[in-house]
Structures are given as structure tokens and as C-alpha cells.
């Protein structure tokens, strides 16, 4: 094992393996308390001392909190809930003053890139996106950023960042380094270990993992960076709801059983796919001809749940969209369906090649998903 997938790996030697946190985390404690914390739908509390809770969008809730100390715990820091994940990397990004320079990979995540590019028209401040596969140039654009967003592996090419360099050159800059580790989830990589300052995460995919909720949540490295966040929430008022916490709670659970299975079934896809007369590309980083597949084995656990593949046009893919059965044409990922998307068609996707499938690989047996794939590719292709 490398130092870097030691850092990774979430486990020091004394404290539990990250697969008992998920379990044993969050718990309520004591004889005859619940063994799951309870759904609190309430929005105020009777009044009591200092100490006391008051209103939930200030205060928060049991639930919360437990769901927030898993969290944390997995990524090693504070971690604060959001509405959504939209509403984490909106909070993170409200943290910029006006002026502030900010620069972001190209491969980030659709809805992210939309609001630095909002911001930017805005004049609130400038966006510059970079090859952040290309160490050397990523490295020199950042010199001069205020806010460096890193996305590893990406959405949804599944590009791989050097994640240990790019975050020093931002520390060195003086920069806020921010990490998306929605593909990866903390149990595959831990980029606050690798020099992040902030790692945000759309919990909506495989940390509820059932495709029943939206919740998002940034992990701070210090606890006052923690305590901004929380002040931003607030203010802007993007809080849980309490069934979206417990379901995230409750799914999270599950997550080591359910990546294990999925990032298996990823593999063979892959490799199958790679093998396939008909498909382009496969964007993969577990394949060992991946670009960014030496990246990966240094600095992560395992290569996700989520590949990519391209056919040879737009028209074929959305073919292959409209004609499988297991597999479920659908936006979105993390679930424990295997949703397939063509990305290209979506606003702000101008850089994905058209014929661009991403699939989130579920639960499913692998050889059910295989015999969809390939026949609505020999479908669409006459291959």
C-alpha cells in the first residue's frame, strides 16, 4: 500500500474501519433509547436555557446531527448538512468575497458550473475552467485563484485530478481548495487527507443511495471553516428536511455493502464495453489503459460505481437510451438502479462528445446488465 491510499483509506489503526462507522455511527445511546434516531418534524422548541434548542433552521435537530456525525467522521472533519447538494456548493461558494478569482476544473458537475458561470455574468467574480488532468498547467493557473474547485473523478468523463499536487499548489496560493468527492464517496477517497480545505458532496446519490431524496454536505478541515459554513445555511435558510436526514441516514448505512457490489459490476462492464466492436471509448479509471488510472490506485480505495462510454454519435446513444429494459434510462446516479444518461444533451455539456453515454452502475446482477447493454448497442449500431 502507497502512503497516499494509506491517507485514503479512512482508518488509522485505532479508530473503526470506516465500514463500522457507517453502521455504528449516529446511534442514540443509553438503555431503552431507540436504536435509530427518530424523524423530529419540528421547526421550534419550548423554551429553556442558553443551551437549549430554539428554532431547527438555527439549532438544528437529532437527526441532523447524527446524520452530520457520520458524515464527518468518514471524511475527517466537521460536516454540515444542506437541502441539496446545489445548496452545499452554493453555500461553499457564497464564502468568496466580491473580486474573488476562482478557478474550477472543466469536467465539473453541470449544475456547478452554471452557478460559477451565474456569478461570473454577475460580476461577482471571475471563473476560469482548466484542464486539471494536465498537472503542470493546472498548477501555474492556480497561482493567482482565491477559489480553486476540484472535481475527482469528474462528471461526467471521469477524469482524474492529481488531487495531493493540485491541492498544495492551492494551499501555496493562498487559495480555498474545494473538492467534489460525490463519485468517489468517502470510502474510496478522503481529499481533506490529501490537502482540501472543503469536500462537498450530493448525499442525493450513493449516500441516500435509493433515488428518493435530494441532501447535500460540505466537510470542513477546521472547525471554524465548519462554523462559516453553518452561519451560511442559516442565513440562507437551505436546511434539511427531517425525512430527507433520516432517509439519508438510513441509506447511508448500506453504502459500503451497496459500493462494493456496484463498483464490482463497474469493472466488468467496463471491461466488456472496452472489448465491445461498437463502442468508441470507455472512460473508466479502473481500466488499466485509463488515463487517469495511476492517479487513481495512488490516491483512492477503488475506482467508483460510475463509468462512462461513447458511441459513435448522438443518434445511437439516445438509441440505446430508449431501448434498454434492466437498465433504467434516467438522470442522476448513486442509486441502487443503474441509471444510463447521454450527457451531451444537457445545458452547459458542450464539452462532452455526443455520442456520450455515463452509467451509474446499481446492485443488479452484472450479467442482467450486460445482456441490456449489449443488445440495445447491437440495437442501435448493428454491431
Known amino acids: 500500500m502507497t502512503p497516499s491510499q494509506h491517507r485514503s483509506d479512512g482508518h488509522d489503526g485505532e479508530a473503526p474501519y470506516p465500514e463500522t462507522l457507517l453502521v455504528t455511527g449516529g446511534r442514540p445511546s443509553g438503555a431503552g433509547a431507540p436504536l435509530n434516531v427518530p424523524i423530529t418534524p419540528a421547526s421550534n422548541f419550548r423554551t429553556g436555557d442558553a443551551a437549549a434548542r430554539a428554532y431547527s433552521r438555527d439549532d438544528a435537530t437529532d437527526g441532523w446531527e447524527a446524520l452530520e456525525s457520520v458524515i464527518g467522521a468518514l471524511e475527517g472533519g466537521p460536516a454540515v448538512t444542506f437541502a441539496s447538494g446545489m445548496a452545499a456548493v452554493a453555500a461553499v461558494i457564497d464564502l468568496l468575497p466580491a473580486g474573488s478569482r476562482v478557478v474550477a476544473c472543466n469536467d465539473a458537475y453541470a449544475?456547478?458550473?452554471?452557478?460559477?458561470?451565474?456569478?461570473?455574468?454577475?460580476?461577482?467574480?471571475?471563473?476560469?475552467?482548466?484542464?486539471?488532468?494536465?498537472?503542470?498547467?493546472?498548477?501555474?493557473?492556480?497561482?493567482?485563484?482565491?477559489?480553486?474547485?476540484?472535481?475527482?473523478?469528474?462528471?461526467?468523463?471521469?477524469?482524474?485530478?492529481?488531487?495531493?499536487?493540485?491541492?498544495?499548489?492551492?494551499?501555496?496560493?493562498?487559495?480555498?481548495?474545494?473538492?467534489?468527492?460525490?463519485?468517489?464517496?468517502?470510502?474510496?477517497?478522503r481529499p481533506l487527507d490529501l490537502g482540501a480545505h472543503v469536500v462537498v458532496h450530493s448525499a442525493t446519490k450513493f449516500m441516500g443511495g435509493h433515488s428518493d431524496l435530494l441532501l447535500g454536505a460540505a466537510i470542513a478541515s477546521t472547525q471554524e471553516l465548519g462554523e462559516r459554513l453553518r452561519e451560511r445555511r442559516a442565513l440562507a435558510g437551505a436546511t434539511p428536511g427531517a425525512l430527507e436526514v433520516f432517509l439519508t441516514l438510513r441509506g447511508i448505512r448500506t453504502l459500503a455493502v451497496r459500493l462494493e457490489r456496484a463498483q464490482a459490476s463497474a469493472g466488468e462492464l467496463a471491461r466488456r464495453l472496452a472489448a465491445h466492436p461498437a463502442v468508441v471509448r470507455v472512460r473508466y479509471p479502473g481500466l488499466p489503459g485509463d488515463p487517469g488510472h495511476g492517479r487513481a490506485s495512488a490516491q483512492m480505495r477503488g475506482f467508483g460505481a460510475v463509468l462512462s462510454f461513447e458511441l459513435a454519435n448522438a443518434a445511437a446513444a439516445d438509441h440505446v437510451c430508449e431501448t434498454v429494459r434492466v437498465v433504467t434510462s434516467a438522470t442522476s446516479l448513486g442509486g441502487v438502479e443503474t441509471t444510463i444518461e447521454r450527457r451531451a444533451k444537457l445545458p452547459g455539456s458542450e464539452h462532452v462528445p455526443p455520442g456520450l453515454l455515463r452509467v451509474s452502475v446499481g446492485v443488479e446482477h452484472v450479467e442482467d446488465l450486460w445482456r441490456d447493454l449489449d443488445a440495445a448497442i447491437g440495437s442501435a449500431t448493428g454491431r
Open 111 to 189: 449544475g456547478t458550473r452554471a452557478l460559477l458561470e451565474d456569478g461570473r455574468a454577475g460580476g461577482r467574480w471571475s471563473a476560469r475552467f482548466i484542464d486539471t488532468t494536465d498537472t503542470a498547467s493546472a498548477v501555474a493557473a492556480i497561482a493567482d485563484a482565491d477559489l480553486v474547485w476540484l472535481e475527482s473523478p469528474s462528471n461526467p468523463l471521469l477524469e482524474v485530478a492529481d488531487l495531493p499536487a493540485l491541492c498544495a499548489a492551492g494551499r501555496a496560493a493562498g487559495a480555498t481548495v474545494v473538492v467534489d468527492n460525490t463519485f468517489a464517496t468517502p470510502l474510496l477517497q
